[in-house]
């Protein structure tokens, strides 16, 4: 407590490292005090209680805010360092500057907060399951509205993640702008374009 003010502590959490199309996205969230039932990992819900919490959170916290890092900053920075950007943006841009920040992972971004890295943290502190569940909420939604823009690939069904279908659809159907080029399934398919 700072005096008889409540610390205002930050959780932050990105999604979609792995996947080979689509944007970084990190999400930040400052709870209230009460906080919402069910908070996890989100990887280890469902997606209708995903859905459900998403909702919740927004209502309950006193605030929250979603950063990013596009294709093009994943491809220059590369995936990591992306990700950094995306988690920074995200904290930068809450309404309320916290006066701590909690972050999922070991490493921390490279900003004027005082913050902690915990590894596991999305499963184990509730403002960093908060921030889990918000990023990938809004991912998820993105990659069926890039499914929308880019048939074929069965972007909302596995979110641009390497599946065995992603990777023939690739094969069949080409790279697209919203495919990550540095990354070695894409790469290799852009080198051998070049070779033809």
Same mark, same amino acid.
């Given at each position: 407590m700072i005096g008889s003010e409540p610390l205002m502590?930050? %959780?932050c959490d990105e999604v979609g490292r792995g996947p080979l199309a689509g944007d970084v996205v990190a999400a930040a969230v400052i709870l209230g005090r009460e906080l919402p039932q069910g908070l996890n990992d989100s990887k280890k819900l469902t997606e209708r209680k995903r859905e459900a919490l998403f909702e919740t959170i927004k209502e309950t916290a006193v605030c929250w805010a979603v950063g990013r890092a596009s294709v093009e900053e994943i491809d220059r920075?590369?995936?990591l360092n992306a990700s950094? /950007? @995306?988690? =920074?943006?995200a904290v930068e841009s809450l309404s309320v500057r916290p *006066? $701590? !920040? /909690? !972050? *999922? %992972?070991n490493k921390l971004p490279t900003?004027?907060?005082t913050a902690e890295a915990i590894v596991g943290g999305d499963g184990s502190v509730p403002c960093i399951s908060a921030a889990? +569940? +918000?990023a990938k909420v809004t991912r998820d939604r993105e990659m069926k509205v890039l499914d929308e823009a880019y048939p074929g690939y069965g /972007? @909302? =069904? $596995?979110k641009g993640y390497p599946?065995?279908?992603h990777l023939e659809a690739l094969r069949h159907l080409g790279v697209t702008p919203m495919h990550r080029k540095s990354f070695a399934p894409v790469a290799r398919l852009l080198d051998r374009e070049d070779e033809v």
């Open positions: 502590v930050a %959780g920075l590369n995936i950094l /950007l @995306a988690m =920074k943006r *006066d $701590h !920040v /909690l !972050v *999922d %992972g900003w004027s907060f889990s +569940i +918000i /972007l @909302a =069904k $596995h599946t065995v279908q």
